[in-house]
């Protein structure tokens, strides 16, 4: 039987040095195949640059970012809810990161997706479906079947809230012609007491070719502590991903990891 290939995408590249660098080491193995880079930190300018070498082996895109320590997500949603921004505003600002993006990786992103999904959001996704577009990137959605399956799966009402969320997003990526993943697994609330590991087996449970499988692997540094309330849960996730554990989980459920793949 034909192995399944997914994508595993490691978030927050840029958010602290000890992330960018926790991902780096699982690029260099192997352990990932994508990897969302957020710009708007100025550390972004040192580590961007050392995604070269895997440009060729791993999907490397844009984590475009509105929230950070000054605006919480709440408010951002609210905005986009209750007071629409300008469309073109948006569209600037999702020019911009990507533009920073290039001009520090050296290539355009692969795709783009938001940090916290923020990219589901009204106005948020029109902008980023049409810089997508003009780069030829494609589009990360979160949509998954809302099925029996998906309640055994971690976080099963955020994973439901992302799908549900997500489905305005996909028809509008359809109908400009970009191109998206086929399937989302990864969500988790960061509370919860069982093993990553048993996790992430839980995630992956018949997952299907062409689906992304977002992770948040990392070190934990003072930076990050600054910036994010989820630390030891990343340096766990790191340790799985680097062990011996994580390939033959891979290969007991008849999986492989690789970049996502478009015909024309």
């Not at 359809?174 to 069982?194: A, L, S």
């Amino acid at each position: 039987m034909a192995s399944r290939q997914i994508v595993l995408c490691a978030d927050d590249y840029g958010l602290s040095p000890g992330i960018s660098r926790g991902i780096r080491e699982l690029l260099a193995t192997a352990r990932l195949s994508a990897t969302s880079c957020m710009t708007i930190y100025p550390e972004f300018a040192a580590d961007g640059p050392k995604l070269r070498p895997y440009l060729d082996s791993a999907d490397i895109g844009l984590h475009f970012t509105l929230t950070d320590t000054d605006r919480s997500l709440a408010a951002v949603a609210a905005g986009t809810f209750l007071r629409p921004p300008k469309l073109a505003d948006i569209i600037r600002e999702v020019e911009r990161q990507a533009e920073l993006f290039e001009e520090i990786v050296g290539a355009p992103p692969a795709y783009i997706d938001g940090h916290q999904h923020i990219h589901l959001f009204p106005v948020i996704r029109d902008a980023v479906v049409e810089v997508a577009k003009k780069l030829g990137a494609y589009v990360r959605v979160t949509t998954e079947s809302l099925d029996l399956a998906l309640a055994r799966r971690p976080a099963a009402a955020e994973a439901a809230w992302l799908s549900l969320m997500s489905r305005t997003l996909a028809r509008l990526a359809q109908r400009n012609g970009v191109p998206t993943n086929n399937g989302f697994r990864g969500p988790r609330n960061f509370r919860e007491k069982t093993e990553y590991r048993d996790l992430f087996c839980a995630m992956i449970a018949g997952v299907g070719d062409g689906c992304i499988v977002m992770c948040h692997p990392g070190h934990s540094d003072a930076m990050l502590a600054e910036r994010d309330n989820v630390l030891q849960a990343r340096d766990e996730e790191l340790r799985y991903f680097a062990s011996d554990d994580f390939p033959r989980d891979l290969a007991n459920a008849n999986l492989t990891l690789g970049r996502l793949r478009f015909t024309a």
